[in-house]
């Protein structure tokens, strides 16, 4: 045979449709996972009034935190030029702008939760 030959022998054998032909289907996608069907559901949360207290617990806490930092952060960059530590001046302006960024996060968690929780 050829080698020519030999390639299309080994294409039409590795290439063929496998057979059977799988069934089912994933959202009309003709196989697979139906991704529809996946979704958090809050109601197999056990004790959810208990998971609910906990999370608005830890979001105030977060919440405080980033606000110490920021408020930190603001004392460092205004004492750092008047006591000559402009090193200190530097890291009160990187805190401040870390607990704004983690006030942003921490404020935006709860969005991003109910939005993930929503039933599709």
Not at 82 to 91: K, P, Q, Y
């Amino acid at each position: 045979m050829t080698p020519g030959a030999l390639l299309a022998a080994a294409a039409t054998r590795y290439l063929a449709p496998p057979t059977p032909t799988p069934t089912g289907g994933g959202a009309g996608q003709g196989g697979g996972i139906d991704w529809t069907r996946i979704h958090p559901d809050p109601g197999a949360v056990p004790r959810p009034d208990l998971f609910y207290t906990f999370m608005n617990g830890l979001l105030y806490i977060g919440g405080f935190a980033a606000g110490g930092a920021l408020l930190a952060g603001l004392i460092l960059f205004g004492a750092g030029p008047i006591f000559g530590t402009h090193i200190s001046s530097d890291r009160g302006r990187t805190m401040m702008w870390r607990g704004v960024l983690v006030a942003f996060g921490v404020g935006s968690f709860t969005a991003v939760m109910a939005f993930l929780l929503v039933k599709a």
